[in-house]
């Protein structure tokens, strides 16, 4: 079982960066994959990212190509989410996910099902 809670958001300008971290309490962190989403008021719940238990394979949402690196220390029990270049429309509730797997696939994990634990989510604004 694992606990996780997020940290790094805030308001940002356009254009500007912001580093999400994901912390996770609980034993063979390196057996999860781990999934970024992001939520705003009256739409689903959108998959940003997510990336395997050791760290090798990363998947992206289309928006978040070329933009935002999903990363993790599992030695610090960590996960971080890079976000660059952000626009107003990259403001949401950003919340990091967990799954026990030894496989990443595109399809399923953007996909909000497929997880089993979730942080409480952390706001991200990016406005002038």
């Known amino acids: 079982q694992l606990q996780l809670v997020e940290s790094g958001g805030g308001l940002v300008q356009p254009g500007g960066s912001l580093r999400l971290s994901c912390a996770a309490s609980?034993?063979?962190?390196?057996?999860?994959?781990i999934g970024w989403f992001r939520q705003v008021p009256g739409k689903e719940r959108e998959g940003v990212s997510c990336?395997?238990?050791?760290?090798?394979?990363?998947h992206y949402g289309e928006f978040a190509k070329g933009r935002f690196i999903a990363s993790r220390d599992n030695a610090k029990n960590t996960a971080d989410l890079q976000m660059n270049d952000l626009k107003p429309e990259d403001s949401a509730v950003y919340v990091c996910?967990?799954?026990?797997?030894?496989?990443?696939?595109?399809?399923?994990?953007?996909?909000?099902?497929?997880?089993?634990?979730w942080g409480p989510g952390i706001q991200v604004t990016v406005s002038s």
């Open positions: 996910a967990a799954r026990r797997s030894a496989v990443l696939d595109a399809g399923t994990c953007l996909g909000a099902g497929w997880y089993t634990y």
């Open positions: 990336i395997s238990g050791a760290g090798g394979v990363q």
């Open positions: 609980g034993r063979f962190f390196d057996y999860y994959a």
